[in-house]
């Protein structure tokens, strides 16, 4: 019977295949109570575990250089370090400890009670991306886990499998190839994700995730369709089943009738002949039909995605989120010298290209070391994060300005401060910037020039245009934050998340305003959030004035192609009809 199970898209195009089935690899643990003696052999067998695990990690790492970035791309590297760090958490050590020390639990007790009480700072934390970290500390625990009882990952068994040749409903397909699988899962771990991709899957589902877990994020870097968030997909779709994954409408279709299988098959073909002239469009200069410029640029996270960045033909790096540097280091940030090298070689990278970096935002909701959490601040979205956590913390605030104003010697660099308000804010950080330049002077240590901007993202900032204008050489919409704090939408709540709304009159008004404001000046403004590269909304921001997208690499291209076949003399009017509309979504479907 042919049925369909929901879930998030995360990363596009149409996979067809047998379902390979990987049940949840939740290990059963054990509960019972040691004798004191047995204190010391219980620490070791979690200690041994850890160990094992580390140098697994250290042997994946190993193989991703020897394979080169085609074979392995380096989300994956970036995402083992985040789990070796992990594994080396303090408070995850010492947690377990204390439990076995204290409480007298055995290893395999104390290893998941600290598991629970460290998932549950990571449930209170407001930014979508650190909270889906919860799933790679709990990928952890598992391994060690795993480890300690002497098990295999739960993919290892399935990566090697061979392929099928067709039957029935497989005449459908070309009957001269064999059949692809899908890999259906609760989760996956960046480990499995190397094996994924050394193995025969050509798509895959997990019951958990959203659209900033990691294997979302490595979804896209690989180009391959995935469905995440899809709930119990594991129970009920059976092995061997045939599943469609449309990974751009986030819905998975089980056991198709040949109609269904035929339509998708036809999808599937036309979507890799749109990539395919998509590619072509590479090294064509995004401008619209009228002779408008467009510049495209890339949203990057880590110094090595700047090659992913020029691959896909960003003209520069509109937004370099620096917080990566920061995270997962219990309380040692990263020095001056060490992130000048980082920043440096992100300059270098994008070989004379523009390179915004953001200083660094993390805050109440994003702690960066063990210190217990104050439950005095009830919502962290609203507490000290972002520039009001740096200035509340001058020398590494300093720290990081010096480091960034040195790596741009080495080329153009952009500085984006997030989440300024108040006039007194902003000259406290102009202040500080002035300060970092008089400290490497004192030192007679060489640095650049650096453009100023600030980021867009209160609604405060963006009733305050003239304002900032006054202070800044650009401006930077985060249209992410900038919804959810227009519409006091917490977009991690799944009860109001259906309210979080782009589209939305006052949204759209303030988008539009900041645009117009900074156009009037003759100052630049781009657009870094999740609308930047959301394609149905490209010919929109087009109208209302919008010159420079930045978004993830794999967007770029299709953006291109929406520029490419506009006329903005012809937009602008539509646009603002759509921005005076009562109900601006279905405005934009009619235009």
Not at 296 to 319: H, Q, R, S, W
Not at 443 to 456: D, Q
């Amino acid at each position: 019977m042919t049925f369909a199970i929901h879930g998030l898209a995360v990363s596009r195009g149409i996979a067809i295949g047998r379902a390979v089935l990987v049940a949840s690899s939740r290990v059963d643990v054990a509960h019972y109570f040691i004798q004191s003696p047995q204190i010391e052999a219980e620490i070791e067998r979690v200690r041994a575990g850890r160990d094992a695990v580390a140098e697994e990690i250290r042997r994946l790492q190993e193989s991703i250089i020897r394979m080169g970035p085609k074979e392995a791309p380096h989300e994956l590297g970036a995402l083992l370090e985040v789990h070796l760090m992990l594994l080396q958490d303090v408070e995850l050590i010492s947690g377990v400890k204390h439990w076995i020390t204290e409480r007298l639990y055995n290893a395999e007790w104390a290893l998941t009670t600290q598991l629970e009480v460290i998932a549950r700072q990571f449930d209170e934390m407001e930014d979508a991306y650190l909270r889906e970290r919860k799933a790679d500390l709990e990928q952890i625990v598992e391994r060690v886990l795993r480890a300690m009882k002497g098990a295999d990952s739960p993919i290892a068994t399935h990566s090697q499998r061979p392929l099928r040749k067709q039957s029935q409903q497989d005449l459908l397909l070309d009957d001269t190839v064999d059949v692809p699988l899908v890999l259906v899962a609760h989760d996956l771990s960046p480990a499995d994700m190397l094996q994924f991709k050394q193995s025969v899957f050509a798509g895959f589902i997990t019951d958990v995730g959203g659209r900033t877990s990691h294997t979302a994020i490595v979804a896209r870097s690989m180009d391959i369709p995935a469905v995440v968030g899809a709930r119990t997909s594991s129970q009920l779709v059976r092995q061997d089943d045939w599943v469609i994954i449309d990974g751009d409408a986030g819905v998975i279709i089980v056991d198709p009738s040949p109609i269904i299988l035929a339509e998708y098959g036809f999808k599937q073909r036309q979507g890799e002949l749109e990539r395919g002239r998509l590619q072509r469009l590479l090294h064509t200069p995004a401008i619209t039909m009228d002779g408008e410029r467009v510049q495209l640029l890339a949203n990057i996270e880590m110094p090595e995605d700047a090659e992913l960045a020029l691959k896909a033909g960003a003209l520069g790096v509109g937004l370099f989120r620096s917080e990566f540097l920061f995270m997962g280091r219990q309380g040692k940030l990263p020095n001056e010298e060490e992130q000048y090298q980082a920043y440096k070689r992100a300059v270098e990278g994008m070989k004379g290209l523009p390179v915004t970096i953001r200083t660094v935002d993390v805050g109440a909701d994003k702690p960066l070391d063990d210190s217990p959490r104050d439950e005095a601040h009830l919502n962290p979205a609203l507490g000290l994060r972002a520039i009001r956590w740096s200035l509340a913390d001058p020398a590494m605030f300093l720290t990081q300005l010096r480091a960034i104003l040195r790596a741009a010697a080495h080329g153009q660099v952009h500085l984006l401060v997030p989440m300024l308000a108040h006039a007194r804010e902003i000259r406290q950080t102009l202040a500080h910037i002035d300060h970092a330049r008089a400290m490497l002077d004192n030192r007679g240590v060489v640095y650049g020039p650096v453009k100023l901007g600030a980021m867009i993202e209160i609604p405060a900032a963006a009733l305050s245009l003239k304002l900032f204008l006054k202070h800044f050489d650009f401006l930077s919409i985060g249209t992410n934050d900038l919804i959810q704090y227009t519409l006091a939408i917490d977009r991690a709540d799944e009860s109001v998340a259906h309210l979080y709304d782009p589209l939305h009159p006052a949204v759209l008004q303030l988008v539009a305003n900041t645009i117009a404001e900074c156009r009037a000046q003759g100052k630049d403004v781009s657009v870094c959030g999740e609308m930047a590269g959301d394609t149905t909304l490209t010919r929109l921001l087009l109208g209302l004035g919008l010159r420079s997208f930045s978004m993830h690499p794999a967007q770029i291209l299709a953006v291109k192609q929406e520029v490419l076949r506009s006329d903005v003399s012809r937009l602008a009017p539509w646009a603002q009809t759509v921005l005076e509309s009562e109900d601006p979504a279905l405005q934009l479907r009619r235009g």
